[in-house]
């Protein structure tokens, strides 16, 4: 199992980023999916998941109405689109293959991609 994040970067308050995560080494199209991240000193965050047909999605409070989980099955790669950044955003984001959508519970996570929101 291979997850790869990209897309991170320093950004202003109020822009955007788009975070991709390309997946390999097992059946992506099969697998629920989700993002989690980390902001230094603090503990893992699970902010968004997707379920294999991207029909269903999960995003916790503070992200909702900004942020967008989707899925390419095709690519076998994941997305997270982030609009209306805040400095409360800044984190180490992590790209997850999901064993349970409800819990958020991960077996596998990539390296991650930083995230910093700061003017």
């Known amino acids: 199992v291979q997850l790869v994040e990209s897309g991170g970067g320093m950004v202003q308050p109020g822009g955007s980023l788009r975070l991709s995560c390309a997946a390999s080494?097992?059946?992506?199209?099969?697998?629920?999916m989700s993002w989690v991240r980390q902001a230094p000193g603090k503990g893992p965050e699970w902010v968004s998941a997707?379920?294999?047909?991207?029909?269903?999605?999960y995003y916790t409070d503070s992200v909702k109405g900004r942020f967008t989980i989707s899925r390419d099955n095709a690519k076998n790669t994941l997305y997270l689109q982030m609009n209306s950044l805040k400095s409360e955003d800044t984190a180490l984001y992590y790209c997850?293959?999901?064993?349970?959508?409800?819990?958020?519970?991960?077996?596998?996570w990539g390296q991650g991609t930083q995230v910093t929101v700061s003017s």
């Open positions: 080494g097992f059946t992506f199209s099969s697998r629920d």
């Open positions: 997707i379920n294999p047909g991207g029909g269903t999605t």
């Open positions: 997850a293959r999901t064993t349970d959508f409800y819990s958020g519970r991960s077996d596998f």
